[in-house]
């Protein structure tokens, strides 16, 4: 079973602070996602990186995906409140469909 | 559409009644996913179509589970004789291939009383 663990599990921080998250595995991935969710909605994607050591930059989100493909890190430069919400990971295994979630990190970022 | 459809948003059922909970997915999109969401956890997969083929149900939780996607387009997930144990949202996801990013949907939440 391919697991993966996201710390911290919650963050509250004030506006303009700078933030990462973590996503860290045993197991390989062949690629993997990150989502956002807000209450009562589904997740929502913000990226996907396939390649190790590859970086994405999407405004204020820093993707990175480590150089083995076992984990990850989100960075998010100047948070805003807009930014608060449920950041989830999400690792593409040995199928070329199934998504092993991890649990989330909820970010509240407070104006 | 333009979304992943899923109805209804909101469901309560008292324990042992049945439930069917409804999917439209993006047009043409020909994967589909049910991923269960309990609360403060991830998603977990439950069952996955490729248009009208079930290839992966070993998520369903037990045989009260079932799935059905007749025309490869409109899904359905029907629960039987609901336990507490089943509340929770339950969320679908389309995308055009398996490798690309899901679109998901709203959820329905559903609550056994």
């Known amino acids: 079973t391919q697991l993966l663990e996201q710390s911290p599990q919650f963050l509250s921080i004030q506006e303009g602070e700078n933030l990462t998250v973590y996503c860290n595995s045993s197991?390989?991935?062949?690629?993997l996602q990150w989502y956002r969710q807000e209450p009562g909605e589904g997740p929502v994607l913000l990226v996907t990186v396939v390649t190790g050591g590859e970086v994405k930059k999407l405004k204020r989100l820093t993707f990175q995906f480590g150089d083995a493909r076992k984990d990850s890190s989100l960075h998010i430069t100047a948070a805003q409140p807009g930014d608060t919400g449920l950041y989830l990971c999400?690792?593409?295994?040995?199928?070329?469909?199934?998504?092993?979630f991890g649990k989330g990190t909820l970010l509240t970022v407070n104006p | 559409g333009a979304g992943v459809s899923q109805s209804p948003r909101y469901k309560v059922a008292k324990r042992g009644q049945d439930v069917a909970l409804r999917c439209d997915p993006i047009?043409?999109?020909?994967?589909l996913f049910w991923y269960q969401q309990a609360l403060g956890q991830g998603p977990e997969f439950l069952t996955y179509f490729q248009n009208e083929a079930q290839l992966d149900k070993s998520g369903l939780p037990s045989d009260r589970f079932f799935a059905e996607r007749p025309e490869g387009s409109v899904s359905t997930l029907k629960i039987q004789r609901t336990q507490q144990e089943d509340s929770a949202v339950y969320l679908c996801?389309?995308?055009?291939?398996?490798?690309?990013?899901?679109?998901f949907g709203s959820g329905t939440r559903l609550t056994v009383v």
């Open positions: 197991s390989v991935f062949s690629s």
């Open positions: 996801a389309s995308s055009f291939t398996g490798v690309d990013g899901y679109t």
């Open positions: 047009s043409g999109h020909v994967s």
């Open positions: 999400a690792g593409l295994g040995g199928s070329n469909y199934k998504l092993t």
